[in-house]
């Protein structure tokens, strides 16, 4: 028996959801396909998406539509949408025993609720192709001679193909084996890498009381980002209280911006607790409960308005004496807790790191991509798909979207003869 490595049609680098749907694709169309990946099993990552329940895609079915939400960059990705888009990606999971399920804001979840029945769907698809996957695999960089790819070092022997595609991912949750090590190895050998970022990422704010609310969630909230005192954005949504600031799906969107911004001006988030009421209607309401809790301390007056954990912070917020009886808080005392209750101020400090990161923005530059066949413009052999790319989405399952269609572009390109 012969103990060389065998050279492969194509070596994908990075098992997550752009690797696996990039091998499987090559695979399918008769290539013989090697996947490496340093984890001792493939989507590490893909399992802890949607927190466990895995936001698989957006249910926008217009492509003009979809890439808008991408920003600058989106245009790029409509040839791989057109290859492969949201009803190519639905259909290939409910074609794979994965029932999908669309619900608020358009995400499309499987209806198991299980990550891991999307993970275990490409894991099919790479068997059904015969693929060979090799785990615990570190790789340690790329060989290069002119204009090909020659080979990936590992701590074994090295491993050759034709044809590469490289997924290694970003560099944020890097305990999940995407830790950036893929920009490294492009440097190296001459690709661009646009400056890497942390991106839908928690805020972190100055304001000490927060940790009182820590854990809350708030459904129906209207959150706006200010720069210097003038408006920038609103998101409405849901917002989380952390130990150290906001998270939740509305402050990640926001958090691009953040970090767009945060060298360039004092930013403050406001929170609109009650978006649905104008300031006179609230002030109405208020009055309203004042009137019902009128034999109430203050302090004792707030819980129809407002959810337990936010009514300590906000009776210091409000310099209304806790004890004083509702029906004593004078006209203009309301009217400062209606303020804050329509606009409750917070100080941006900065964004957490990578390590709480849902992606990472940057990476390799498109320019030197070509998004008809996802090949890189440098190298002949060699192809990119997934968050490697300096692309990215909001949430709401825009980010795997990428990754299954530049991954099945990928691997269609790389396959082809
Ligand atoms: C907590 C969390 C929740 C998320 N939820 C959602 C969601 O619900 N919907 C959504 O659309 N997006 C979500 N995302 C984003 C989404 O998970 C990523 O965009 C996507 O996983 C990127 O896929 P990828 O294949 O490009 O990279 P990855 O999934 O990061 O895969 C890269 C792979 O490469 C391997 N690798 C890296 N370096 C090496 C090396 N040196 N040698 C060998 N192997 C290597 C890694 O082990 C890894 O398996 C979430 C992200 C996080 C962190």
Redesign the pocket.
């Known amino acids: 028996m012969s103990n060389s490595n065998p050279r492969f049609d194509v070596a994908v680098?990075?098992?997550?959801?752009?690797?696996m749907m990039a091998a499987g694709r090559a695979a399918e169309r008769g290539a013989s396909v090697v996947l490496?990946?340093?984890?001792n099993q493939?989507?590490?990552?893909?399992l802890?998406?949607?927190?466990g329940?895995?936001?698989?895609?957006q249910a926008e079915f217009d492509n003009q539509q979809l890439i808008e939400q991408y920003g600058r960059q989106g245009r790029f990705l409509l040839p791989s949408l057109s290859s492969f888009g949201v009803r190519e990606a639905i259909n290939f999971f409910e074609g794979s025993r994965v029932p999908v399920k669309i619900e608020r804001g358009q995400r499309v979840f499987p209806v198991s609720d299980r990550a891991a029945d999307v993970r275990n769907a490409l894991v099919r698809y790479l068997e059904k192709g015969g693929v060979t996957v090799r785990l615990n695999?570190?790789?340690?960089g790329i060989n290069h001679q002119e204009d090909r790819i020659t080979a990936v070092k590992t701590a074994g022997k090295p491993i050759t193909a034709e044809k590469y595609i490289l997924?290694?991912?970003?560099q944020?949750?890097p305990a999940?084996?995407?830790?950036g090590?893929?920009f490294a190895w492009l440097r190296e050998i001459g690709h661009q890498v646009i400056s890497l970022r942390p991106g839908l990422v928690p805020v972190r704010v100055k304001e000490d009381w927060v940790k009182d609310a820590q854990g809350l969630s708030l459904k129906n909230v209207e959150v706006s980002l200010y720069k210097d005192g003038h408006k920038i954005e609103t998101r409405f949504g849901e917002a989380l209280f952390t130990h150290f600031g906001l998270s939740g799906p509305i402050i990640l969107d926001l958090s691009k911006r953040v970090g767009e911004l945060l060298s360039s001006g004092k930013l403050q988030l406001f929170i609109d607790l009650k978006p649905a009421l104008s300031f006179e209607q609230l002030d109405d309401r208020v009055q309203r409960d004042f009137l019902k809790y009128r034999n109430r301390e203050f302090k004792n007056s707030l819980t129809d308005l407002l959810p337990r954990a936010l009514i300590q912070p906000l009776i210091e917020l409000s310099g209304i004496m806790p004890e004083k009886q509702a029906n004593s808080v004078s006209r203009a005392e309301r009217h400062r807790l209606v303020r804050l209750l329509k606009g409750l101020e917070l100080t941006v400090i900065g964004l957490s790191g990578y390590d709480k990161?849902?992606?990472t923005c940057g990476g390799v530059d498109l320019k030197e991509v070509n998004p008809r066949t996802m090949g890189s413009r440098l190298y002949s052999n060699l192809y990119f798909?997934?968050?490697?790319l300096d692309i990215d989405g909001p949430?709401?399952?825009?980010?795997?979207?990428?990754?299954w269609s530049t991954?099945f572009l990928a691997g269609e390109s790389a396959s082809a003869s």
């Open positions: 680098i990075g098992g997550g959801a752009a690797g490496l990946d340093k984890n493939l989507g590490v990552k893909l802890i998406t949607g927190k329940r895995c936001n698989i895609t695999t570190v790789v340690q997924c290694s991912g970003g944020s949750y999940t084996g995407s830790d090590q893929g990161a849902i992606i798909a997934g968050e490697i949430t709401g399952g825009y980010n795997l979207q990428m990754c991954g």
